[in-house]
């Protein structure tokens, strides 16, 4: 199986980075396990709810630190993604006040 | 020499027009994170707009075990998403949902060793964990038509609105809650089904290139981080979706 001359050399892989790639995974399904066992061990509530949107929170930090890289990549391109998301949280409670002056409306 | 392998990767492909690599990274990767965040945006105007709605309606009130679909109170999502394929008139709730989110969150596990292994150029690498993730992304697919189905044909318990027992929802009906329960349900994880069958188009054609040796001429494998960038960011939207619509 010699016939390539310029066969491209594949280097070894580096075995702490892949134990590293699936620790993050092994966290991922952890969480979502969590998730599963208060969605079926505790009524719904305010604290549920704001339990649920902490872990969600918690796992979209290692998706996009981890497997996007961007926490390993220069600040000033992680600030140029980041900082842009602060119109989202606005949104959120420009939204909510929103709604809240709505359901005043119609009742 | 097996070091000479990934010298390219900072050297060459990093660098713009211009003669510089603006943040330390290339100009495709640069682009494709500012589409990201655009999506972003989308993403998160409909989910707002699903809280917004959501609670201008008003909620049940009565006891958990009791329940049952109405069109005065938006429904409790365990109780309309509780069927298995299989598994017909068990009470499994969020036991399909929860499957395809592990289907999804290990499609992109795979994702991240493809990427692993075109860092050191290693083609079969990238070939077998890129096929891996095409089958975590046509599975997750395959598991929301099938979610998609038994939604628009109904469950059991039927409802009834106005004078005719209705089953399953469109557009403009729906057995489980008001009309707008079932149009943000097709429209969000609608647009989301969308963005992972265009990924899995993408993952595809990465695919291929790879197979074909493409990549390789080429000397490094940027696109399948570029693609990757995307996939994740399916998956990042997913969880999301996951706990506003279906754990909330």
Redesign the interface.
């Known amino acids: 199986m010699e016939q390539h001359n310029d066969q491209v050399q594949a280097l070894p892989a580096d075995p702490a980075k892949i134990r590293k790639i699936w620790k993050v995974a092994g966290f991922l399904g952890a969480i979502t396990a969590i998730e599963f066992i208060i969605a079926f061990t505790i009524p719904p509530g305010g604290a549920r709810t704001f339990v649920f949107i902490a872990l969600t929170i918690w796992k979209a930090f290692y998706i996009v630190s981890e497997f996007m890289h961007l926490g390993h990549e220069k600040k000033s391109l992680i600030m140029s993604i980041m900082l842009p998301v602060l119109f989202i949280i606005f949104f959120i409670f420009i939204m909510m006040y929103q709604g809240a002056r709505i359901l005043d409306a119609l009742n | ?6 010298a390219a990767e900072e050297s060459t492909t990093n660098v713009w027009s211009g003669g510089t690599t603006p ?3 290339s100009y495709g990767k ?1 682009m494709m ?1 500012f589409f990201l ?1 655009s999506d ?2 989308t993403f ?2 409909l989910l ?2 699903y ?2 709605i959501r ?2 309606h008003s909620a049940y009130e009565g006891i ?1 075990e009791d329940f049952a679909f109405s069109q005065e109170y938006w429904p ?1 999502p ?1 109780m309309v998403f509780e069927a298995v394929p299989f598994l017909h008139g068990i009470h499994a ?2 036991i399909f949902v ?1 499957i395809m ?2 289907v999804l ?2 499609s ?2 795979t ?3 493809a990427v ?2 075109g860092h ?6 990238v070939e077998k964990w890129m096929l891996w993730t095409l089958v975590g992304g046509v599975a997750f697919l395959g598991c929301q038509a099938w979610e998609w189905s038994h939604f628009i044909h109904g469950a059991d318990m039927s409802n009834n609105v106005g004078s005719n027992t209705f089953m399953g929802a469109n557009l403009s009906f729906n057995q489980y809650g008001p009309p707008n329960f079932a149009a943000l349900f097709f429209f969000i994880t609608g647009f989301h089904g969308f963005h992972v069958f265009s990924g899995v188009m993408f993952n595809f054609i990465v695919f291929y290139q790879t197979v074909t040796g493409k990549l ?1 001429r080429v000397g490094h494998y940027e696109m399948v981080e570029k693609v ?2 995307y996939w ?2 399916v ?2 939207v997913w ?2 979706v ?2 506003f619509f279906y ?2």
């Open positions: 020499m097996a070091n000479t392998a990934i943040m330390k990274a640069l994170w965040l972003a945006f998160s105007a707002i707009a809280g917004m609670y201008s958990f409790i365990e709730p969020l929860g989110t592990f969150i290990l992109s596990v994702m991240v060793l692993e292994a050191r150029m290693d083609r079969r690498g390789e990757g960038l994740h960011f998956d990042l969880v999301f996951f706990t754990l909330v």
